[in-house]
């Protein structure tokens, strides 16, 4: 559920069937973000949070309400860019190099870049959109490799070395990028 305020802007309200007690953090996003027990109704919520401001205040560090838009609004341009763009780079290198994955996924996870499931799901973040075109194809040529070897063995690497010799640049460029949008 998402709560509009007047102060923190867009807050989280995630109801938590394990949780006994109301808990505050910051999302990726940088928004509030509350944990309640399952069954508190949406009036408690927002006493909880009337009640709790001063202390939300001095101890959660939040970003600006406008920067938070502006945060949307990029990451709405990147998830189009990435849908128009990212599954047809993975299918070319996956028909390229003779890999079968089972669907294409598109993620916005802060810290990682892309991730291949056991079941053959490949996650691209969109913020690949964010980088030159050489590093995006290293992270898909990563993922593809995941099919064949679910680790980061000496296997492994001479797969991704196959299919990308500089793969060891392409790694460390990458590095100086955040996958958070």
Known sequence: MILRDPEFGEVIVRKNPLSKSVRFSVSPSGRLQMSVPQHTSDFLVKRFLKTNRELIREKIPLSDPKTQRARDAKKKILMKKAKEYLPYRLEYYA???????DKCRLSHAATRWGSCSS????SLNI????VPEVLRDYVIIHELAHLNHMDHSTAFWAEVGAHDPRYKEHRA?????SPGV
């Open 95 to 101: 028909k390229l190099y003779g890999y079968s994955y």
């Open 127 to 130: 913020g690949l959109m964010q």
């Open 173 to 177: 460029k990458l590095k100086r990028f």
């Open 119 to 122: 079941s053959g799901t490949i």
